[in-house]
């Protein structure tokens, strides 16, 4: 049986249906390839990202939206608000936002997004400083916190910080009742990796005062914070004065400064009330005026010249000028080679002189006037500072004698006292030699315990035992209007009457080995030949040991600004 006719048409329409099938499946194949791989692209970038994300993470957080509110200071930058002391901030400013420059005390990190710093303003004013950081990154990011945190001791830093309570008293914090939220902190000069003296050795009492070689390096005494006293050692005298910056920015050093400034003005505001005129007298001088051989001498163009021992001639020059009165405060220079805690080859002296118009117990008088004037001055101005020195070096109060009850002892009373009631080794001292130290203070103490009193003067010094310019006393040549003033049993000034009767004096320059035609004698001897100059006498005070006996410290190295000894010349 033969099969049906094929329809052309129909045979010619059924080949190109199977071409598009084909073209179909091929098409969605590629589709899908081309999907996969835009996928694997998609979550390559994903991971990219993610990755970036970590790292971004693990180096500090987001981007930093704080940048501007720290860092190293530059000249642009500017902190635009109120600047308040530590000593005067109060209730009046809280919530406020202030600004403060201070040195960091201390700094440590609490977790990751807190750091707490001690900053210092001057002194031993300290404040707690806290950082945290914002939850949107600004005005405090972490990674503002984590530089905080990192500051190096003793940086100075510019804050700018919103005045806050505590949640308790800041017990490490001189100023306890506030603390001070930082927004703001920028580094104006960065202290060292470690320091070679902390603030917690330096605030210590001095372990030796044995001061070697200045230019020896000294060791490293270990970097704490000030409120770590229990942990920190003391360090060497040797020490403290090759780091000055550290020594002297010790709070109980900066409380000494204090007490030896405030002395200097009470005994200016005394004598300025009773009519005294202050001059200035020179430490470059032609000779060895006083005849000793303690001086030093330096080349002077073709000649040579000395530094001053005293300010004792101009003093008499200024009397003999027609004033009543006079002082000078200034530099005094002794060629002793002492090396001993009450000695310095360089100190300050507070020198005055007055006309004597009936006896010479009127200069006694006017200087017992301005030694209770500056002593109970300090009782009231430096009330502080004195209680912190003594939380540093322990001392009992000095004690001062009632008003008219001020103990003048004869050289010859002290002596006796010694004799009778003294030590062993000082029952036969003599009326004719001068004191030693340990007799000195060992009078001291018998004072103290019979009369109430650490400050007394003995009068009547032995004539062997006074220079040249000291007059004798008209009853007894032995002895002489000569006097003594002493703090704890030290001396602390030494004076008397002087000779104003050239023929007197020129006796009592031989009666001494001294030719009165000497260089600087001669000169000396001629101011009273030139004029008739009155009566007149006076002292000299070493200010370095009236603040080292007042505050009983160990050495009167620890109360000069930069003292000079026979082994030290620097700084």
């Given at each position: ?101 201070a040195w960091i005390q201390n700094a440590r990190m609490q977790g990751a ?86 603030l917690n050795a330096a605030n210590r009492a001095i372990a030796s005062f ?362």
């Amino acid at each position: 049986m033969s099969e049906p006719p094929v329809d052309p048409a129909q045979a010619a329409g059924s080949a190109p249906a199977d071409g598009e099938a084909a073209q179909s499946k091929k098409g969605a194949k590629k589709a899908e390839a081309k999907a996969k791989k835009e996928a694997e692209k998609a979550r390559k970038a994903a991971e990219r990202e993610a990755a970036a994300a970590a790292q971004k993470a693990a180096s500090g957080g987001n981007e930093d939206l704080a940048k501007e509110n720290y860092g190293d200071i530059t000249p642009t930058t500017k902190v635009d608000t109120d600047k308040v002391q530590l000593k005067k901030l109060g209730e009046e400013h809280l919530g406020k936002t202030i600004k403060l420059r201070a040195w960091i005390q201390n700094a440590r990190m609490q977790g990751a997004k807190m750091a707490f710093v001690e900053l210092r303003e001057e002194r031993n004013w300290t404040i707690q400083g806290v950082m945290a950081a914002s939850a949107e990154g600004k005005p405090v990011s972490k990674q503002m916190v984590k530089w905080v945190g990192a500051l190096r001791l003793e940086s100075f830093v510019l804050v700018e910080a919103t005045v806050q309570k505590p949640l308790e008293p800041v017990k490490s914090c001189k100023v306890s009742d506030y603390e001070l939220h930082l927004t703001k902190c920028y580094l104006i000069a960065s202290g060292p990796e470690v320091l070679p003296l902390g603030l917690n050795a330096a605030n210590r009492a001095i372990a030796s005062f044995e001061d070697e070689d200045p230019s020896a390096p000294t060791e490293a005494v270990e970097n704490l914070s000030i409120t770590e006293s229990a942990a920190a050692p003391s360090a060497s005298l040797s020490t403290h004065l090759n780091n000055p910056a550290m020594h002297k920015r010790a709070p109980v050093q900066q409380a000494i400064a204090d007490v030896r400034m405030t002395v200097r003005k009470l005994f200016a505001e005394y004598l300025d009330s009773k009519d005294f005129v202050q001059f200035e007298a020179p430490c470059l001088i032609g000779a060895a005026s006083e005849g000793g051989a303690n001086v030093f001498s330096l080349p002077y163009f073709e000649k040579q010249a000395f530094l001053a021992q005293s300010p004792q001639f101009y003093k008499q020059i200024e009397i003999a000028g027609g004033r009543k009165r006079v002082y000078c405060i200034g530099p005094v220079f002794r060629a002793e080679n002492s090396n001993t805690p009450r000695h310095m080859t360089e100190f300050t002296g507070l020198d005055l002189e007055m006309e004597i118009e009936d006896d010479y117990h009127e200069v006694i008088t006017m200087i017992e006037g301005v030694m209770l004037y500056i002593f109970r001055g300090l009782q009231e101005r430096c009330k502080e500072q004195i209680d912190l020195i003594r939380a540093i070096y322990p001392s009992d109060d000095f004690l001062l004698p009632e008003p008219g009850k001020e103990v003048r002892l004869t050289f010859a009373e002290g002596q006796k006292l010694l004799r009778e009631e003294g030590p062993e080794e000082f029952r036969h001292v003599s009326d004719d030699e001068d004191m030693s130290t340990p007799q000195e203070k060992a009078l001291g103490a018998l004072v103290r315990k019979k009369y109430g009193t650490d400050f007394y003067v003995l009068d009547k010094f032995p004539e062997g035992a006074r220079p040249f310019y000291t007059i004798e006393d008209p009853a007894n040549p032995k002895v002489t209007n000569a006097y003594d003033f002493f703090m704890r049993g030290q001396e602390i000034l030494s004076g008397g009457q002087r000779i104003h009767v050239p023929e007197l004096l020129e006796a009592r320059l031989r009666k001494k080995g001294i030719d009165p035609a000497s260089p600087g004698i001669r000169e000396y001897v001629d101011v009273f030949r030139s004029a008739g100059v009155p009566p007149h006498g006076g002292g000299g005070i070493g200010l370095d040991r009236v603040v080292a006996w007042y505050l009983n410290l160990p050495s009167v190295h620890l109360t000069s600004y930069y003292p000079r000894t026979p082994k030290r010349l620097a700084p």
